[in-house]
């Protein structure tokens, strides 16, 4: 136990380390590191191996080697996030329930972006809803739909929590939600609904519209009341 507190406290100051200092930048040799920080040189390995897996250390070898402040991308952080929910196993209801919560205030965020090359894009996009007669093409527009969405909002850890809910969700065996095939109609009207709130600048009612199309069709489904007529963000 004493070990392993040791390197849980040797990451933390590492960590601040090598946030402290700019992306590439030297943080010292394994021997440095280890008279710096006062432990041995199989911890500082420990700890090393923990910061690489979070991309946040670069171990180089050879002339000018030692340890190399990184900084994780966005791939990195989603392969980090889906595998922690591979060893925590969340249900499909689950992710299902969290990747409309997502949606939801998503497009709420999205009713405050006033730049008028993505709102103009998202208004082409509404004027292709009587086109979707099928469930491939239900699907095809809330891929567009959510992608527009992300760049209106620009909230990078946002998009990240929902990219991985969903990925996690569409990656695993779960019944269908047939919301296209029942009544298309009414899944037209409510994206169309959604996209109107959102170009009015409007955010309550935006909430409000993707509550009654969205959110409330995933709460009767998980409710085992069946899917109604809306659609999943």
């Known amino acids: 136990m004493k070990k392993a507190n040791l390197i849980v406290r040797t990451t933390a100051v590492l960590r601040e380390r090598i946030f402290a200092v700019a992306e590439g930048e030297r943080i010292g040799s394994l021997h440095e590191l280890a008279r710096s920080l006062e432990v041995g040189i199989v911890t500082l390995q420990q700890v090393a191996r923990v910061l690489e897996h ?9 002339p000018g080697g030692g340890y190399y402040g990184a900084r994780p991308d966005a791939a990195s952080l989603e392969r980090g996030l889906h595998a922690y929910m591979r060893m ?8 299902l329930d969290v990747t409309s919560l997502l949606f939801n205030e998503l497009a709420t965020a999205a009713a405050r972006c006033t730049e008028p ?3 103009a894009q998202l208004s082409v996009l509404a004027e292709r809803l009587p086109e979707c007669s099928t469930m491939s093409d239900c699907g095809r527009f809330e891929v567009e739909f959510q992608e527009l969405l992300f760049r209106m ?44 709130a959102i170009l009015a600048n409007d955010a309550e009612l935006t ?9 409330a069709v995933i709460i009767a489904y ?7 007529a809306g659609g999943i963000g």
């Not at 925590?88 to 992710?95: F, G, I, L, M, V």
């Open 88 to 95: 925590n196993p969340a249900s499909y209801e689950e992710a």
């Open 54 to 62: 979070e991309g946040l250390l670069e171990v180089r070898r050879g």
């Open 222 to 228: 998980l409710n085992g009341r069946g899917s109604g």
């Open 153 to 196: 909002v620009r909230r990078p850890l946002f998009e990240m929590l929902t990219r991985v809910t969903l990925q996690y969700s569409t990656g695993h065996a779960a019944p269908q939600i047939s919301v296209f095939d029942e009544d298309g109609p009414s899944w037209r009207d409510g994206r169309k609904r959604i996209i109107a």
């Open 117 to 119: 090359r993505l709102r």
């Open 207 to 215: 909430r409000f519209e993707a509550n009654r199309q969205n959110r």
